[in-house]
């Protein structure tokens, strides 16, 4: 069965500095995955996906994640952070029977 | 612009009162999702339809009903609200023939309040 465990519930982090919000997906199978974020009283809004099409995947807003099968990871990292990131973020992994597995979510809290 | 969209954003009931939930498409995405998501937690499924075929996860409560008249539209029905019911309701598409990660694509979601 499929699951994704992320790692610090909460991350806080300077303005301008590297962001670095860590996912470990488990899967059976060649995985689909996701991070979503979400701003409060939102839905959640896709950054980037892993489609197995390139293991480094950019996203929006300066974000990537680099898929590493022997690590079973999908970091997702932004160079430099801006207060306009602070939010909730979600790694997600497809599921069987057209479901979404979700993290339990990553608060990032941006200092300025 | 194609979208999801939720109505309405804000919601306040009753204990026990019934309160429908709305939610609308113009992607025409064939997969339609309903989610329950409480404070500081991740989103938890309540159902899905694939096309018109309805598919409750076994740890949903009665309470919680839904209908899907068309591919356009589903509604999430809450028979009896209760304190707890309190949370954001995420709606969701995919169209997992046309994309085949199954993408999921959310509405804003509605914040209901039960008093």
């Known amino acids: 069965a499929q699951s994704v465990t992320q790692l610090g519930s909460h991350v806080s982090v300077s303005e301008g500095a590297l962001v670095l919000l860590r996912c470990n997906y488990s899967?059976?199978?060649?995985?689909?995955l996701f991070w979503y974020v979400q701003y409060p009283n939102q839905g959640l809004q896709l950054l980037l996906k892993?489609?197995?099409?390139?293991?480094l995947v950019k996203g929006i807003n300066g974000f990537e994640a680099e898929f590493k099968k022997s690590e079973t990871s999908f970091h997702l990292t932004k160079p430099s952070a801006h207060m306009s990131d602070a939010a909730e973020y979600f790694c997600?992994?497809?599921?069987?029977?057209?479901?979404?597995?979700f993290g339990a979510g990553t608060r990032l809290f941006v200092k300025a | 612009d194609a979208m999801v969209i939720q109505n309405p954003r804000y919601q306040v009931t009753q204990f026990g009162k019934p309160v429908t939930l709305s939610c609308s498409q113009t992607?025409?995405?064939?997969?339609m999702y309903w989610y329950q998501q409480k404070s500081s937690q991740a989103p938890k499924l309540l159902f899905h339809?694939?096309?018109?075929?309805?598919?409750n996860e076994a740890d949903t409560p009665d309470n919680f009903q839904s209908r899907r008249p068309n591919t356009s539209f589903c509604f999430l029905d809450i028979r009896s609200p209760g304190l707890g019911d309190a949370a954001m309701y995420l709606c969701?598409?995919?169209?997992?023939?046309?994309?085949?990660?199954?993408?999921?694509?959310f509405g804003p979601g509605t914040r209901l309040t039960v008093l």
């Open positions: 969701a598409t995919s169209s997992p023939q046309l994309v085949p990660d199954n993408e999921q694509f």
């Open positions: 892993y489609t197995s099409a390139a293991t």
């Open positions: 899967s059976s199978v060649p995985p689909y």
């Open positions: 997600a992994v497809s599921g069987r029977g057209f479901k979404t597995i």
């Open positions: 992607l025409n995405h064939n997969v």
């Open positions: 339809y694939y096309d018109k075929d309805f598919n």
